[in-house]
Nanobody
């Protein structure tokens, strides 16, 4: 089992930047892909970004591509999501995930990001 704990969410203004963090614990030796999804009220869950264990492969959802960067520090079992030029439509609960590209078996509880206009 892997436990994921997100942090870094909050209330920001449009145009601001924010960095989310996700600390993994438990069985972290399986070289998992880690990433982020988000879900806005009344909307379907949406893929945001993912990164391979070594960091050499990344993937981004169209809605954040060019404005966000995912990175990880395996020594700290932590993945980060740097989001820039935030928009009100980025308002959502952001979930950290771990697993494999296209299949994420472990989910965190989420952290709220609210972007005011």
């Amino acid at each position: 089992q892997v436990q994921l704990a997100e942090s870094g969410g909050g209330l920001v203004q449009a145009g601001d930047s924010l960095r989310l963090s996700c600390a993994a614990s438990g069985r972290t030796s399986n070289n998992y892909v880690m990433g982020w999804f988000r879900q806005a009220p009344g909307m379907e869950r949406e893929f945001v970004a993912a990164i391979s264990w070594g960091g050499g492969s990344t993937s981004y959802g169209d809605s954040v591509k060019g404005r966000s960067t995912i990175s990880r520090d395996n020594a700290k079992n932590t993945v980060y999501l740097q989001m820039n030029s935030l928009k009100p439509e980025d308002t959502a609960v952001y979930y950290c995930v771990a697993g494999w590209f296209g299949r994420y078996d472990y989910w965190g509880r989420g952290t709220q990001v609210t972007v005011s206009s």
